[in-house]
């Protein structure tokens, strides 16, 4: 294979059918970014080339302008010299990883907003010249430049395909888009500052349909790098202009967490946080030891993957949700699927055992309210005999319609005698009515927007349909709204 470099061009050539011919790369040098690297790896890299930089208080230093000062560039790193800055900017970068495609601000809650985000695609295979011929191809070199950010963990490995394999729909996709919102709740006080979430995604799609959640409607594509979980928060909070980097030196001083835009992480974003953990793992030690956000603010939700319940707890050491919404295995089975394989006994045993080990530990439970599928008193009485001796609160969460979904959401009359129910038996069950309803932002309603929507809604529309069916044959009340 003969490589020619042509003025910032590089070609490659490539038989096919016995002739050469050429793709075109740009050789743009692309330096590693150091964003989403925790301590010890930007010390193993550094260590090889900047071995005084590489100390701890200098790399202390580093790790914290990136993640807690937003720096964006190594000349902010303004506590390294001159030429560390400079050198260090020949080789590494601290760019973010993907693009935000798209922002939309709420027009109801003028502080909710979603912003789409566009990841390389670590399978995208650029397509030939000759788009008929599907012999040979070759992988990308290390340097092709991306359009998305700097993709750290992409090789050559990655990209290849083996000859005469076509590539995927998948893998023809040049990005992965996931989105992330946020939500700002006022304060209530008027000398407090609010309280602002950021809602994670974790992978791109989900692979476990539950059947309420338009979120679901999305097939999984792959997990998320721990740098594209990260770089989510940061570009959020850039466009948010929440770093010090933004502010005046006396700003800075008196700049602290609880005084940011930013002090509470939810993973309950695309994807299921277990199936990614890993990278979710990795994320949240940068969240948390970069960032500055403490774990006690960060709440990883799960639709019930026991085995990993207690790494959550023991491991993570951040708060735990459970996605409930059903009080029975007849119906969890519908419209949480993995229910199938962790039933409620599993889920229930694994959640006592945990809390009993860790000193009562406190368990949020959110329950989505379906009109007349799961929102009887029955369905309350049963919920408080799951519950008991758990410290918990419940959330009940107005059920967000969306086209396609066949659910309805539960009238507020009947929302509050459930959580009234609750309460009278000793359980907190705060109803959520979620924020950015109309960009599509609220809980269960994110998706990328590129999808195949009417294969995915007919898909849904059909299990749904079976479900409610299922649980109004069984239920002697009326179906309609009251
Ligand atoms: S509720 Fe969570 S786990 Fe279930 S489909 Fe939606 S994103 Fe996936």
């Known amino acids: 294979m003969q490589k020619l470099i042509l003025g910032n061009l590089c070609a490659r050539q490539i038989v096919i059918n016995g002739n050469f011919q050429h793709r075109f790369y740009s050789t743009q040098i692309v330096r590693k970014s150091l964003m989403g690297l925790n301590k010890t790896e930007m010390k193993e890299i550094l260590e090889k080339t900047h071995p005084h930089v590489a100390s701890s208080f200098r790399l202390n230093e580093i790790y914290k302008f990136i993640y807690k000062f937003g720096a964006r560039k190594f000349d902010d790193i303004t506590v390294l010299t001159k030429s560390d ?217 799960t639709s019930g993957v026991c085995n990993l319940i207690p790494d959550v707890v023991n491991d993570l050491g951040v708060n735990l949700a459970i996605s409930l919404h059903a009080t029975t295995n007849e119906l969890r089975d519908n419209i949480v699927p993995i229910n199938k394989i962790f039933p409620l006994e599993v889920l229930f045993e694994t959640l006592r055992e945990q809390c009993f080990k860790n000193n009562n530990r406190h368990i949020t439970f959110e329950y989505v309210m379906l009109n007349h599928v799961n929102d009887f008193i029955d369905d309350a009485k049963r919920l408080v005999k799951l519950v008991k001796d758990i410290p918990c609160s419940v959330n009940l969460i107005a059920f967000n319609e969306w086209e396609g979904s066949g659910f309805e959401c539960s009238s507020d009359e009947r929302i509050e005698e459930f959580s009234k129910y609750l309460y009278k038996n000793g359980i907190s069950a705060p109803v959520r009515h979620s924020k950015g309803q109309d960009i599509l932002g609220a809980c269960g309603q994110l998706k990328n927007r590129n999808e195949n929507k009417a294969g995915a809604l007919q898909q849904t529309e059909q299990n749904v349909a079976t479900t409610v069916e299922m649980i109004r044959r069984n239920s002697k009340q009326p179906s309609s709204k009251k």
């Open 85 to 301: 800055r400079q050198s260090l900017s020949e080789l590494y970068s601290i760019d973010i990883l993907g693009n935000i495609e798209e922002e939309i601000k709420s027009k109801k809650d003028k502080h909710t907003r979603k912003f789409l985000f566009a990841f390389q695609n670590p399978k995208y295979v650029p397509p030939v010249a000759d788009n008929s011929v599907d012999s040979t191809i070759v992988s990308t070199t290390s340097s092709a430049s991306s359009s998305c950010g700097n993709q750290q963990n992409i090789s050559d490995a990655d990209v290849a395909i083996s000859p005469m394999k076509k590539p995927t729909l998948k893998e023809q996709k040049q990005f992965n888009k996931v989105e992330a919102v946020y939500i700002y709740h006022p304060p209530k006080a008027s000398d407090s500052f609010g309280r602002g979430t950021v809602c994670l995604s974790s992978q791109v799609g989900c692979s476990l349909n539950c059947k309420f959640c338009r979120t679901g409607t999305a097939p999984i594509e792959r997990n998320l790098l721990a740098s594209e979980i990260v770089s989510q928060l940061v570009s959020v909070k850039h466009r948010l202009m929440d770093f010090p980097i933004y502010m005046t030196e006396e700003e800075r001083k008196r700049a602290s967490i609880e005084k940011s835009f930013v002090n509470n992480i939810v993973f309950m974003g695309e994807g299921e946080p277990l199936y990614n953990y890993k990278n979710v793992k990795k994320a949240i030690e940068i969240l948390s030891d970069g960032c500055g956000i403490s774990k006690r603010k960060i709440i990883v939700s």
